[in-house]
């Protein structure tokens, strides 16, 4: 089928353009392949972010377009990092970062190594844990806030079971202390089974020799677990810690729809405060700014991580 | 001991196999109770659905669809008798609660909008990124790495940071609220994963096959079709899969760039309210028929699943 599809391609493509083509070289052809992908990230993605730069200098503001724009210079981000709505927003952003990858990486590693003893149903299983990821955080964020009411919601009402506290005082989203907690529970619902899916590749890739030759140089279970397993799995829990942590540092939609950065500015994370910076308070250059602040933050704590990464891979 | 084992010597005992079974089934039942209960809440009645204690045990009822697909409008018991018998199931229910029919809800067109720019943007990121992959996996392309590197890096940036200018170059087009523009700027995010994934399923590939192929005397654009695309069918169809996945579940650009005409389901499903407050079993309606083409997939792609959420980092 393909081929006879191929055949009427070349037949029906008229004889200059297909002498043109023909005669193309692989270096015009690996062009020709490449561009189109580059434009579109250069159109939808580069240019807008040198338009950010630009305005994060400025003192635009997007719901006043016909305002004379002024050139701030470095204003903007001066008052971000003297700001201190800006540092708490930090702050929660890395306590909810801290949490959820601590959490999802001891949990997803046990998970991983329990099943890797390949017990019956194994796989069936596995696929079970892994539905949670594979849903929209917003979605599935936004049922949460249902699980999480206070009296009918089947959360609050299982910790009331559990603990015997008054069903009416389980205030998850409401109560400032807990809240922060109610996002990092969610988070670490949906993302665990992801880092547990990396962690059993890491643990599958461990060849069944070495353990073989630890078990004839009789050394403990302990051992070859501290010695083999876990060395052995590092980068690949590394390479898990660094997904999950640029995609939390960049939470935004399963918190929005949860908490909306509240009770108060309790569980605001960065993304929120940008949120309400540019699209409700429409400060567009300030929160470019912040946006730009927050890009090479990512940008180069990725970098880092990646540096340390090859080198423990290549030990 | 592992003397009178007849297995190797490393392979676990039973005894830790039933306890690792044991905590993974228990951690599996535990972690799909609230997918469960999204699905209970989705047939029970508004009053069911916020009793106390939490019921398990309820009548079923397609209550919730019906409002879910319906805008209703609350009548004098005078005026809903004096209508004509009720035709259908849902206008019976609803009746019931002393309302009438008013109309279609806006979730289907939401959920149509969903469908056009998912598949259009994975159509449109899948035909860019097997190009490039093609490019970059067989052709020396200058500074490669670092091409490849800046297209990952596009993923680096929060939506957030990003909706806010396109926000303003959109305005300054006519894209915003269009599916044109959503397909645009999914296209652009997802992209990436496909240049990346599609490049390790084709390095996959002996370049033999095309050698051979150029040297009975096609060239190279016609073994690339001939000999590379066929192989790279599986490859083609899991990239095309998270592409959707993607597009599907994304929130944020659609909550900012979005509002009537291009919304798509996810910010359209949070606003699903009832009297006093939200509709519950609707909402969970709405969740369920949401999820469950995603349900589908997933379990299509399991074998593919770690190699697509790492990047291709990650083969095995």
Same mark, same amino acid.
């Given at each position: /089928?393909?081929?006879?599809?191929?055949?009427?391609?070349?037949?029906?493509?008229?004889?200059?353009?297909?002498?043109?083509?023909?005669?193309? %070289?692989?270096?015009?052809?690996? @062009?020709?392949?490449?561009?189109?992908?580059?434009?579109?990230? +250069?159109?939808?993605?580069?240019?807008?972010?040198?338009?950010? !730069?630009?305005?994060?200098?400025?003192?635009f503001r997007a719901n006043r377009p016909n305002e004379?724009?002024?050139?701030?210079? =470095?204003?903007?981000?001066?008052?971000?990092?003297?700001?201190?709505?800006?540092?708490?927003?930090?702050?929660?952003?890395?306590?909810?970062?801290?949490?959820?990858?601590?959490?999802?990486?001891?949990?997803?590693?046990? +998970?991983?190594?329990?099943?890797?003893?390949?017990?019956?149903?194994?796989?069936? @299983?596995?696929?079970?844990?892994?539905?949670?990821?594979?849903?929209?955080?917003?979605?599935?964020?936004?049922?949460?806030?249902?699980?999480?009411?206070?009296?009918i919601g089947l959360f609050s009402y299982v910790i009331s079971f559990v603990t015997g506290i008054p069903p009416t005082n389980v205030q998850m989203l409401s109560n400032v202390d807990l809240a922060p907690w109610s996002i990092i529970i969610v988070d670490t619902w949906m993302w665990t089974p992801y880092v547990m899916l990396i962690c059993l590749a890491g643990l599958r890739s461990i060849p069944e020799y070495i353990y073989e030759a630890a078990e004839v140089d009789r050394a403990s279970n302990w051992r070859q677990f501290w010695s083999i397993t876990l060395p052995m799995a590092l980068p690949f829990i590394m390479l898990a810690v660094l997904f999950r942590g640029i995609e939390n540092f960049k939470m935004f939609d399963m918190v929005n729809l949860l908490t909306g950065?509240?009770?108060? %500015?309790?569980?605001?994370?960065?993304?929120?405060?940008?949120?309400?910076?540019?699209?409700?308070?429409?400060?567009?250059?300030?929160?470019?700014?912040?946006?730009?602040?927050?890009?090479?933050?990512?940008f180069g704590l990725a970098n880092i991580y990646v540096k340390a990464l090859n080198k423990v891979k290549q030990r | 001991m592992s003397l009178t084992s007849a297995h190797s010597v490393v392979a676990p005992s039973a005894n830790s196999k039933l306890v690792a079974g044991t905590i993974i089934v228990a951690y599996a039942l535990i972690s799909i109770v609230p997918l469960l209960w999204i699905f209970a809440t989705s047939f029970k009645t508004p009053p069911d659905s916020i009793a106390y204690p939490p019921k398990i045990v309820f009548q079923p009822s397609i209550e919730g669809y019906c409002n879910l697909f319906t805008t209703r409008t609350r009548q004098t018991p005078e005026y809903i008798n004096s209508l004509g018998p009720a035709t259908g199931f849902c206008d019976e229910t609803v009746r019931k609660r002393?309302?009438?029919?008013?109309?279609?809800?806006?979730?289907?067109?939401?959920?149509?909008?969903?469908?056009?720019?998912?598949?259009?943007?994975?159509?449109?990121?899948?035909?860019?990124?097997?190009?490039?992959?093609?490019?970059?996996?067989?052709?020396?392309?200058?500074?490669?790495?670092?091409?490849?590197?800046?297209? =990952?890096?596009?993923?680096?940036?929060?939506?957030?940071?990003?909706? !806010?200018?396109?926000?303003? /170059?959109?305005?300054?087009?006519? =894209?915003?609220?269009?599916?044109?523009?959503?397909? =645009?700027?999914?296209?652009?995010?997802?992209?990436?994963?496909?240049?990346?994934?599609?490049?390790?399923?084709?390095?996959?590939?002996?370049?033999?096959?095309?050698?051979?192929? /150029?040297?009975?005397?096609?060239?190279?654009?016609?073994?690339?079709w001939r000999t590379v695309l066929p192989q790279a069918t599986t490859g083609i169809a899991a990239t095309a899969i998270f592409c959707l996945i993607f597009a599907w579940n994304e929130y944020a650009f659609a909550a900012l760039l979005t509002s009537g005409s291009a919304q798509t389901a996810p910010p359209f499903i949070p606003t699903i309210i009832g009297e006093g407050g939200q509709d519950w079993p609707a909402v969970a309606a709405g969740t369920t028929i949401f999820l469950v083409p995603i349900l589908v997939f997933t379990i299509l792609l399991r074998k593919q699943l770690l190699r697509g959420i790492t990047f291709g980092a990650v083969r095995k």
């Open positions: /089928m393909l081929n006879r599809t191929a055949d009427n391609v070349a037949r029906a493509t008229p004889e200059p353009l297909a002498r043109r083509v023909r005669g193309i %070289s692989d270096k015009g052809l690996a @062009w020709l392949f490449i561009s189109p992908t580059i434009l579109l990230l +250069l159109a939808i993605n580069i240019f807008p972010l040198f338009w950010a !730069i630009y305005l994060s200098f400025t003192n004379v724009v002024k050139n701030l210079g =470095l204003a903007n981000y001066k008052r971000i990092l003297t700001d201190q709505d800006i540092w708490i927003a930090m702050q929660t952003t890395a306590h909810f970062v801290f949490w959820t990858i601590l959490l999802q990486t001891v949990i997803g590693f046990t +998970l991983a190594w329990l099943i890797d003893r390949k017990f019956r149903g194994h796989a069936f @299983w596995t696929t079970i844990i892994l539905v949670p990821m594979m849903l929209s955080p917003a979605v599935v964020g936004n049922f949460w806030r249902f699980l999480y009411e206070p009296q950065g509240g009770p108060g %500015s309790t569980t605001e994370v960065a993304s929120i405060t940008l949120k309400r910076q540019a699209f409700e308070s429409w400060r567009t250059g300030y929160s470019s700014a912040f946006a730009i602040i927050l890009f090479v933050a990512v | 002393n309302m009438v029919i008013a109309g279609p809800s806006n979730f289907l067109p939401r959920f149509v909008n969903s469908l056009i720019i998912a598949f259009g943007s994975t159509f449109c990121a899948v035909f860019l990124g097997t190009l490039s992959a093609y490019g970059f996996s067989r052709f020396k392309v200058p500074l490669a790495d670092d091409l490849l590197f800046f297209i =990952l890096s596009t993923r680096f940036m929060p939506p957030i940071a990003v909706a !806010i200018p396109i926000y303003l /170059m959109y305005r300054e087009l006519g =894209l915003s609220d269009t599916a044109l523009g959503m397909i =645009l700027l999914y296209t652009a995010v997802n992209v990436s994963l496909a240049v990346w994934l599609l490049k390790g399923f084709i390095d996959e590939i002996p370049r033999e096959y095309e050698e051979a192929a /150029m040297i009975d005397g096609y060239t190279r654009l016609q073994a690339f």
